[in-house]
Structures are given as structure tokens and as C-alpha cells.
């Protein structure tokens, strides 16, 4: 901001100097249009790509514990005092 200021400050001195910034702005200003278009279009094709992982990773059975089975030899009774 500071440096903006200080090129508007002396481009304002003369009616040339407003032109030639008022041009460069519009210059600038298309350029970062395109600019966030394209990064935009990034994003979008990067999510799709993120969705269609998402979907995969889904379509996967979950990962189950295995049932708890008691070894040979144990027995449903109560423990005794």
C-alpha cells in the first residue's frame, strides 16, 4: 500500500502520469482476474478429484474387530470368593 501510494502521488503531479497509471492499474487488474480464475479452476479440479477418492474410500467395507471368542477350558460361571 505504501508503494501504490507513493506511484499515485507523483503519477497525480501530471495528467500523462494519471493516464499512464490508470492504464498499468487496468493492466494489473486484469491480470489478477485471470489469475483467480485459474485458481479457481485449480480448486475445482483438484475437489472433483478429491470427491472421487472420497467416494472410493467409502464404497470399501469397514474394518471390523474380530468377534471375542473365550480360549478352551474357560467357562461362563462366576468367579468364586
Known amino acids: 500500500m ?8 507523483i503519477a497525480s503531479l501530471s495528467d500523462s502520469g494519471t493516464r499512464l497509471v490508470k492504464q498499468k492499474l487496468a493492466e ?3 491480470l489478477l482476474e485471470s489469475d ?6 485449480k480448486e475445482n479440479l483438484n475437489s472433483i478429484g478429491d470427491q472421487t477418492l472420497h467416494d472410493v474410500l467409502i464404497a470399501k467395507p469397514p ?19
Open 36 to 41: 483467480i480464475e485459474i485458481t479457481r479452476s
Open 2 to 9: 505504501h508503494d501504490a501510494n507513493n506511484v499515485v502521488s
Open 63 to 81: 474394518v471390523l474387530n474380530p468377534p471375542i471368542i473365550r480360549a478352551k477350558g474357560i467357562t461362563n460361571a462366576r468367579i468364586k470368593n
Open 28 to 30: 494489473v487488474m486484469m
